[in-house]
T-cell receptor, first 113, second 111 residues
Framework: DQQVKQNSPSLSVQEGRISILNCDYT??????FLWYKKYPAEGPTFLIS?????DKNEDGRFTVFLNKSAKHLSLHIVPSQPGDSAVYFC????????????FGQGTTLQVKP | KAGVTQTPRYLIKTRGQQVTLSCSPI?????VSWYQQTPGQGLQFLFE???????NKGNFPGRFSGRQFSNSRSEMNVSTLELGDSALYLC??????????FGSGTQLSVL
């Protein structure tokens, strides 16, 4: 049973445009959500997170939106840059399960110059 | 501040052998978690240690074990290696267990 799903394996956008990556979850106990960026054979790099008490969090070009009723979150990257090309993972955790993140399968983002 | 350091970076073993991987967390972080990444299963949680105690465990067989030392450094051990254990093993540290910071991983190949 996949509790965190990223239904789009890949996404291609033009440099300067907006990239929107989506993530759905099924476990209502999740109360903290994170986005990570990953290159092959390297560890994930933390991008941005959001607590379930918020519906939006911004950090520079990255904004995460959380819709609890739909159990859906999204990551917006504006403007997209070629250096953003990587695999993006969303992850979720519950307060009762510290240190344990449930990851989605990832979305490969390609930003074309 | 130095990041999470994992050693070795690459490892080749044969079936039936055992392996020990090492992780040094970010200074001041008391929580260390381990994850396995494979192409088919993605990133999966192995276990988490906090102040030398295993606080959380994933759904992996008993061949996978770990420990944490008083300086927060951690090791994980895999005994009786199987071909399916070939993976990127990632260690992550955190001040308290939520926002995780990952190391570069140990790429294990089992032949």
């Amino acid at each position: 049973d996949q509790q965190v799903k990223q239904n789009s394996p890949s996404l291609s956008v033009q440099e300067g445009r907006i990239s929107i990556l989506n993530c759905d979850y099924t476990n209502s106990m999740f109360d903290y959500f994170l986005w990570y960026k990953k290159y092959p054979a390297e560890g994930p790099t933390f991008l941005i997170s959001i607590s379930s008490i918020k519906d939006k969090n911004e950090d520079g070009r990255f904004t995460v939106f959380l819709n609890k009723s739909a159990k859906h979150l999204s990551l917006h990257i504006v403007p997209s840059q070629p250096g953003d090309s990587a695999v993006y993972f969303c992850a979720a955790s519950a307060a009762s399960n510290t240190g344990k993140l449930i990851f989605g399968q990832g979305t490969t983002l390609q930003v074309k110059p | 501040k130095a990041g999470v350091t994992q050693t070795p970076r690459y490892l080749i073993k044969t079936r039936g052998q055992q392996v020990t991987l090492s992780c040094s967390p970010i200074s001041g972080h008391r929580s260390v978690s381990w994850y396995q990444q494979t192409p088919g299963q993605g990133l999966q949680f192995l276990f988490e240690y906090f102040s030398e105690t295993q606080r959380n465990k994933g759904n992996f067989p008993g061949r996978f074990s770990g420990r944490q030392f008083s300086n927060s450094r951690s090791e994980m051990n895999v005994s009786t290696l199987e071909l399916g254990d070939s993976a990127l093993y990632l260690c992550a540290s955190s001040p308290g267990g939520e926002k995780l910071f990952f190391g570069s991983g140990t790429q294990l190949s089992v032949l």
